[in-house]
């Protein structure tokens, strides 16, 4: 009996010290990425390259990845084809539900929620996308890589109105 109390004790200390993971709401990381949802949304593509490092790369529905300023030019491409963009989670007034995840042995990965809205240029048509991006930190506290995972049928269809439309001009 001895033993068994003896072998259940060590069990339960063994598991007790295993590391675990710890997420974090309103920590500085979290508050970085919340700040790039700012920059996006007033069409400042510096303000979100500050947040990453220079050789950083987006995974954006793909498997493929592209560096951060091909991205970038992307994402800035967006306040050319839509108005009235925004970024919303629930309805408190946030731009999205951001947490970031401390993996022990492994680093931060801070992942945000949102509802991406847009009013199409060429359509005018309102859009909504929910999306989610997983920030991978890295050395210096810059964002080392990110996934991004969302359906852009409707952005696709909006992008082939405005071409077709630019090339009858």
């Known amino acids: 009996m001895k033993k068994l109390i003896l072998l259940i004790t060590a069990v339960t200390i063994s598991f007790s010290c295993e590391e675990k993971a710890t997420i974090e709401f309103d920590d500085p990381k979290s508050q970085a990425v919340l700040g790039i949802f700012e920059a996006y949304m007033a069409n400042d593509m510096q303000g979100i390259a500050n947040a990453y490092a220079d050789d950083a ?3 954006s529905n793909s498997t493929d990845s592209i560096p951060i300023a091909e991205n970038l030019t992307l994402v800035a491409s967006h306040h050319e084809l ?3 963009i925004e970024c ?3 309805n408190e007034g946030r731009s999205a539900w951001v947490e970031t995840v401390t ?7 801070s992942k945000a929620w949102f509802l991406w809205k847009g009013v ?5 048509e309102t859009i909504e996308v ?8 890295g050395n210096e506290d810059k964002i080392q890589r990110s996934y991004l995972r969302n359906d852009t049928s409707a952005m696709a269809k909006e992008v082939e109105l405005a071409q077709s439309m630019a090339a009858e001009e």
Do not use: E, L, Q, R
């Open 82 to 84: 839509f108005d009235n």
């Open 130 to 137: 929910p999306t989610h991006i997983s920030y991978f930190w």
């Open 103 to 109: 993996y022990p042995g492994f680093g931060k990965v």
């Open 57 to 59: 790369y987006v995974f």
């Open 120 to 124: 199409g240029k060429a359509s005018g």
């Open 88 to 90: 919303i989670w629930g």
